[in-house]
């Protein structure tokens, strides 16, 4: 709201944490991590699986735009679908036919399903840590800058945009905390 009409709401009903660039990032570092098997000792997942699997991802438009809702605790469907497919720690074949199973409903092993979910929900409970942590710091730091400014009374910064960004970042904590409640 504050790109686009110049200021937010203390309460937004529609507010969502936007989850594309950190899932864009732990893609990345994934990526960088892994490394090409040996002679005897082949790796389960390759350096250019991920990006086969962000390609199937593409493919079936459900690449972008992830989500978290505060509301009902709910992660959009494009992140579960993603989160399904990315964190398998096997070959991209195998991951990307397993993953067209799940999309369709098919029958799958209970045991599967329960190592998926607590993947999941491992992987959103350390990046909404990691968000609320940084919001908390950004928000400090705002709080800092404002109160610096009051006591030298040299105003580089409009206290309105600066309550609009302490506002935004309250909000950004409080849907992380909000998916850190067990």
């Given at each position: 709201m504050l790109a686009e009409y110049g200021f937010v709401l203390a309460d937004n009903p529609f507010q969502t944490l936007e989850m594309d660039q950190h899932v864009h990032e732990w893609a990345a570092a994934v990526k960088s991590k892994l490394r090409p098997g040996t002679p005897g000792r082949p790796a389960t997942m390759q350096p250019g699986d991920?990006?086969?699997?962000?390609c199937a991802l593409k493919q079936h438009g459900l690449w972008g735009?992830?989500?978290?809702?505060?509301?009902?605790?709910d992660i959009s469907y494009r992140l579960h679908a993603a989160l399904q497919l990315l964190l398998q720690d096997v070959s991209s074949k195998r991951a990307i036919a397993w993953w067209e199973?799940?999309?369709?409903g098919e029958p799958s092993h209970n045991n599967d399903l329960d190592n998926k979910r607590h993947a999941i929900r491992s992987w959103v409970?350390?990046?909404c840590?990691?968000?609320?942590d940084a919001a908390t710091r950004n928000m400090d730091a705002i709080h800092r800058f404002r109160y610096a400014q009051e006591t030298s009374q040299r105003y580089l910064v409009n206290d309105f945009l600066a309550r609009c960004l302490h506002m935004l970042w309250e909000e950004e904590h409080a849907i992380a905390k909000s998916f850190l409640v067990p």
């Open positions: 991920i990006d086969e699997l962000i735009d992830f989500t978290l809702s505060p509301d009902n605790g199973r799940w999309r369709r409970t350390a990046t840590q990691t968000i609320a």
